[in-house]
């Protein structure tokens, strides 16, 4: 890969490191460093002949005195500076062993998720923050008939847990009463709502989500909390990009669409679409939760499925 210079990017490996209480472990860049003074996710250049997520382990160790246990692939970014490219492969780091310090005298602090844009972070690091803050699983709630069956439902997943819930209006139609006991019984338990084709509404605290139709016929980002779409080609991806989208479906990955006729990707299809843009990416099409890790490695935020365990 090389940039519009003909440059080859930089590879370069960040983690985004969680404690148990889900804090995340940020660092300051040197002020005499290429975006100095700024907030970061700790890494590092990978050296030739070197592994990613060897190159993470001995920059952790270096920078903070940490050695890696577990790791799972969270992010890529391609990001075009005006004097260099780079090539930002980014992993959860959720267990290590050590005392994270900021061993070359860098200033490092612990911070809730929902604060990272409270700080400076060079830009490549955008689509990382919101990648950060996004959910493994968005539950998918399930077509009903009755407003009790429905009701149920909601409930269910709001209990189990769940913080993204999704609902399509082209399956079940709901009343007006029904959508605001949704949106004000999940914003109570700190649950956000992602809506799909829902009628023209005054309030705009929901997430939406446009299929990949209303996708290639929006021209302006609409008004929302966050705006998602679901995509089945590059073009999609192109388009949700460009219209600067927080995340995007792409599937289906393993079970054909009867609905929208696709045909099943498999997880290389789905993994080389994924490479293609810089936005946090959910798989769907016949996942549910025990598919996460092996998504994650293929380049996936998560899964967004009605699958998901309540």
Not at 285 to 292: E, I, M, R, Y
Request: with cysteine.
């Amino acid at each position: 890969m090389e940039d519009e210079l003909g440059r080859k990017p930089i590879e370069v490996v960040a983690a985004v490191i969680r404690d148990d209480d889900g804090n995340i472990l940020i660092a300051k860049r040197p002020q005499d460093k290429h975006q100095g003074g700024k907030w970061e996710f700790p890494g590092g250049k990978v050296e030739a002949g070197e592994s990613r997520r060897a190159a993470l382990s001995r920059e952790l160790f270096e920078e903070l005195g940490i050695d890696v246990g577990h790791s799972a692939r969270l992010i890529s970014v391609y990001h075009e500076y005006e004097n260099k490219s780079i090539y930002l492969d980014v992993y959860e780091i959720t267990q290590w062993s050590g005392t994270a310090t900021g061993k070359e005298g860098q200033p490092v602090q612990w911070i809730r998720p929902a604060s990272l844009n409270d700080f400076e972070f060079p830009e490549a690091n955008k689509p990382i923050i919101e990648a950060a803050i996004l959910p493994k699983f968005i539950k998918i709630l399930k077509p009903v008939v009755t407003a009790e069956s429905f009701e149920a439902q909601a409930l269910a997943s709001l209990a189990s847990g769940q913080s993204f819930l999704m609902h399509n209006f082209e399956d079940t139609e709901l009343t007006h009463e029904q959508l605001s006991w949704l949106l004000d019984t999940a914003a109570s338990r700190n649950v956000e709502v992602i809506l799909q084709s829902p009628p023209p509404l005054v309030r705009h605290d929901f997430n939406l989500h446009l299929s990949a139709d209303e996708l290639l016929k929006t021209q302006v980002k609409p008004q929302a909390k966050r705006v998602s779409a679901t995509c089945y080609s590059p073009g999609e991806l192109f388009k949700a990009q460009r219209l600067g989208l927080d995340f995007i479906f792409i599937g289906p990955v393993l079970m054909n669409s009867v609905v929208n006729v696709q045909q099943a990707l498999g997880w290389p299809s789905f993994q080389s679409l994924v490479g293609r843009v810089n936005i946090p990416v959910y798989a769907i099409g016949g996942l549910s939760d025990k598919d996460l890790e092996l998504s994650r490695e293929y380049g996936a935020q998560g899964i967004a499925s009605t699958s998901i365990a309540d």
